[in-house]
């Protein structure tokens, strides 16, 4: 099946470091990939989608200046948090579709989501 | 704006039988998809079942079942025989373009 590598699955960071987060389609093309964040026992909240060769589309209320994300290649998309503070803590996971299935009713799949903790 | 709501944040169901896990959505469209996803302790996203909106014939994945009422936009998701690896958040989902909308999720507690 489709598989979707999220890299790291953890990581700490100092307060306004900048830390990136890797999402590879394993053995699928991802014309598109989303962003998703996740605070403890709450639901996944869209924050931007993520298309090949061009800039991503933010969600409202979510400042592309701090996550900036680049889908430099079909397989490949990144989300880094710039300037982290702590609040910026939290579980991220990213998705992807794969572009041979086409439409956007086929599912999505999803990494395994990165647990940040900013110090 | 689209929006999917689940008002049970917790239920609990023992080993082998069935509960019922509750979705409203809200949408302008006429075509759409719905979908269940479970997120177990591990925070993986699975897919349970999908339902497209055009299709009156409610989907089915062995144990999982949903109740889909268009007009009264109502997706409910129903396990039978309950598992103990049934425990787990469960997220009702809703697109119409290349979006995916999340409900707010119900956990799922199945005691022995």
């Known amino acids: 099946g489709a598989v979707v590598s999220q890299h790291p699955s953890r990581v700490i960071c100092k307060s306004g470091t900048s830390v990136k987060i890797e999402c590879r389609s394993l053995d699928f093309q991802a014309t598109t990939m989303f962003w998703y964040r996740q605070f403890p026992k709450q639901s996944l909240m869209l924050m931007a989608t993520?298309?090949?060769?061009?800039?991503?589309?933010?969600e409202q209320g979510v400042e592309k200046d701090k996550f900036l994300i680049n889908h430099a290649s079909l397989t490949l998309s990144t989300l880094t948090v710039t300037s982290a503070h702590p609040e910026d803590s939290s579980f991220y996971i990213c998705?992807?579709?794969?572009?041979?299935?086409?439409?956007?009713?086929?599912?999505?799949?999803f990494g395994n989501g990165t647990r940040l903790t900013v110090t | 704006a689209q929006t999917v709501t689940q008002s049970q944040p917790e239920m609990s169901v023992q080993e082998a039988e069935t509960v019922t896990l509750s979705c409203t959505y809200d949408?302008?469209?006429?075509?759409?998809?719905l979908f269940w996803y479970k997120q177990p302790p591990s925070r993986q996203m699975i897919l349970v079942i999908r339902q497209e909106a055009y299709k009156q014939q409610n989907a089915t994945e062995n144990r999982f079942s949903v109740n889909f009422q268009k007009a009264a936009k109502s997706f409910s998701l129903k396990i039978s025989d309950s598992q103990l690896g049934d425990t787990a958040m469960y997220f009702c989902?809703?697109?119409?373009?290349?979006?995916?909308?999340f409900g707010t999720g119900t956990r799922l507690q199945v005691f022995p």
């Open positions: 949408t302008s469209e006429n075509n759409y998809y």
């Open positions: 998705s992807a579709r794969d572009r041979s299935v086409g439409s956007y009713n086929s599912p999505l799949h």
């Open positions: 993520s298309n090949e060769g061009s800039k991503a589309t933010y």
């Open positions: 989902a809703f697109t119409d373009t290349d979006k995916l909308i």
